[in-house]
């Protein structure tokens, strides 16, 4: 069953990836970036997952369990984070220039390498869950009033993607490191985070053109 949650959730990021591209274009270049870091966040789930699902059904091997593992920590550490920023940075219409998204990446990274050298990596793991499950709440909360479909997506994703290590006494996203039954929680959080991202790319303040242009 885990198996196929894994499929699923590997080809759902890699669905919403191709739905966010087929959008940019109609973005100013500050939303671009914005896209393009919730991509590579959800590129990232969908790689780790896609190869959890083949290591499942026997079809792995050493080199794919190391790209798996690499790509695992990768996403534990830059997805949810990367994922809550971009939902806050697009609901305030805000302006950086693109590649100070790639700075955002490194910088994440570079604090994960940190964290290992001084042995915080736990209190790290539970930072950046917690830092993008805030912005996705306060975006929720910035759209309270406006979208409510916005709202609840950016609810129901920090709660997927943050109670099951509550719940069950472990590190945030450790499903995407290790074969895990908890990953079926994985699959609403990160869609609900994706499409509202999607939606958020939509706003007025975001798009070089008009709701009657897009249609």
Same mark, same amino acid.
């Given at each position: 069953?885990?198996?196929?949650?894994?499929?699923?959730? @590997?080809?759902?990021?890699?669905?919403?990836?191709?739905?966010?591209?087929?959008?940019?274009?109609?973005?100013?270049?500050?939303?671009?970036?914005?896209?393009?870091?919730?991509?590579?966040? *959800?590129?990232?789930?969908? &790689?780790?997952?896609? *190869?959890?699902?083949?290591?499942?059904?026997?079809?792995?091997?050493?080199?794919?369990?190391?790209?798996?593992?690499?790509?695992?920590?990768?996403?534990?550490?830059? &997805?949810?984070?990367?994922?809550? $920023?971009?939902? %806050?940075?697009? @609901?305030? @219409?805000?302006?950086?220039?693109?590649?100070?998204?790639?700075?955002?990446?490194?910088?994440?990274?570079?604090?994960?390498?940190?964290?290992?050298?001084?042995?915080?990596?736990?209190?790290?793991?539970?930072?950046?869950? %917690?830092?993008?499950?805030?912005?996705?709440?306060?975006?929720?909360?910035?759209?309270?009033?406006?979208?409510?479909?916005?709202?609840?997506?950016?609810?129901?994703?920090?709660?997927?993607?943050?109670?099951? &290590?509550? $719940?069950?006494?472990?590190?945030?996203?450790?499903?995407?490191?290790? &074969?895990?039954?908890?990953?079926?929680?994985?699959?609403?959080?990160? $869609?609900?985070?994706?499409?509202?991202?999607?939606? %958020?790319?939509?706003?007025?303040?975001?798009?070089?053109?008009?709701?009657?242009?897009?249609?």
């Amino acid at each position: 069953m885990s198996n196929l949650v894994y499929l699923l959730l @590997g080809l759902s990021c890699l669905g919403l990836c191709v739905w966010l591209w087929r959008r940019k274009s109609l973005m100013h270049a500050p939303a671009q970036g914005a896209l393009k870091a919730a991509m590579v966040a *959800l590129l990232l789930v969908a &790689a780790t997952s896609l *190869l959890l699902a083949l290591a499942g059904w026997g079809l792995s091997n050493s080199g794919l369990a190391h790209a798996q593992r690499i790509m695992g920590l990768a996403a534990q550490h830059i &997805a949810p984070l990367l994922l809550g $920023l971009a939902a %806050l940075y697009l @609901g305030r @219409g805000m302006s950086w220039k693109p590649n100070y998204w790639a700075s955002v990446i490194l910088g994440i990274m570079a604090f994960y390498e940190l964290s290992r050298y001084l042995e915080w990596q736990t209190a790290y793991q539970w930072l950046v869950s %917690l830092l993008g499950a805030l912005a996705l709440l306060a975006t929720a909360l910035l759209y309270l009033a406006h979208d409510r479909r916005i709202s609840l997506l950016c609810l129901v994703a920090p709660v997927c993607l943050v109670l099951p &290590a509550l $719940l069950y006494s472990q590190l945030p996203q450790l499903a995407l490191l290790h &074969a895990s039954l908890q990953a079926s929680w994985l699959l609403p959080g990160y $869609l609900a985070a994706g499409l509202a991202v999607g939606l %958020l790319a939509e706003q007025a303040h975001n798009s070089q053109t008009t709701p009657q242009d897009r249609t």
